[in-house]
Nanobody, 120 residues
Framework: VQLQASGGGLVQAGGSLRLSCAIS????????MGWYRQAPGKQRELVAT???????NYAESVKERFTISSDNAKNAVVLQMESLIPEDTAVYYC???????????????WGQGTQVTVSS
């Protein structure tokens, strides 16, 4: 499974950005897709996930502002970010959980990360 993220950049507070992640080699064995972020000096944290059935989950800090979606073929996962605040500044990583590894899920694959910077 290979992931290629794009769409980061510099935006003023209150602005919007759209992150895209192209997925190849996943297919029907994808369990869920998601976005994580890591700010300087902080641990990587969950932003949003979407299951193969379309169920979504969001971090409390981004609810009502971010929307995760994917196409039916699971070739891409998109994160639409609205009303951005400086605290959203981080490197954003797309993630795919694939196949079966144990009872908790499959194997995790990661994109290369894309920088999002929100200026005040």
């Amino acid at each position: 499974v290979q992931l290629q993220a794009s769409g980061g950049g510099l935006v003023q507070a209150g602005g919007s950005l759209r992150l895209s992640c192209a997925i190849s080699g996943g297919g029907a064995s994808i369990n869920w897709m998601g976005w994580y972020r890591q700010a300087p000096g902080k641990q990587r944290e969950l932003v949003a996930t979407i299951t193969s059935g379309g169920s979504t989950n969001y971090a409390e800090s981004v609810k009502e502002r971010f929307t995760i979606s994917s196409d039916n073929a699971k070739n891409a996962v998109v994160l639409q970010m609205e009303s951005l605040i400086p605290e959203d500044t981080a490197v954003y990583y797309c993630n795919v959980n694939w196949g079966v590894r144990d009872s908790r899920g499959g194997y995790d694959y990661w994109g290369q990360g894309t920088q999002v910077t929100v200026s005040s």
